[in-house]
Nanobody
């Protein structure tokens, strides 16, 4: 079992930046594709970003490409999401997620394939 603990959410004005962190328990962190998802009230959870096991590959939703950056530090069991040029439509609860895989270069992760979810952290962007 893997526990994911998120931090870094908050309130920021449009155009500002936030950096989210997610710390995983256990000693198998490097065996998981890591991702970030977000969900607004009344809407389905959507994919934001993913990073492969060894950090060699990344993938982003079109809505955040060029503004958000995902990274990981396997020695610290931590994945990050740097969010720049934030917009009001980025307002949501952001969830850290993990998917086990034997493929070291995979960035494949979706709502239906996630093995472990974090508790979520609120990000609010004001106009």
């Amino acid at each position: 079992q893997v526990q994911l603990v998120e931090s870094g959410g908050g309130l920021v004005q449009a155009g500002g930046s936030l950096r989210l962190s997610c710390v995983a328990s256990g000693r198998t962190f490097s065996r998981y594709v890591m991702g970030w998802f977000r969900q607004s009230p009344g809407k389905e959870r959507e994919f934001v970003a993913a990073i492969s096991r060894s950090a060699g590959r990344t993938n982003y939703a079109d809505s955040v490409k060029g503004r958000f950056s995902i990274s990981r530090d396997n020695a610290k069991n931590t994945v990050f999401l740097q969010m720049n040029s934030l917009k009001p439509e980025d307002t949501a609860v952001y969830y850290c997620a993990a998917r086990f895989t034997v493929d070291i270069v995979s960035v494949g992760i979706s709502v239906g394939s996630v093995d472990y979810w974090g508790q979520g952290t609120q990000v609010t962007v004001s106009s």
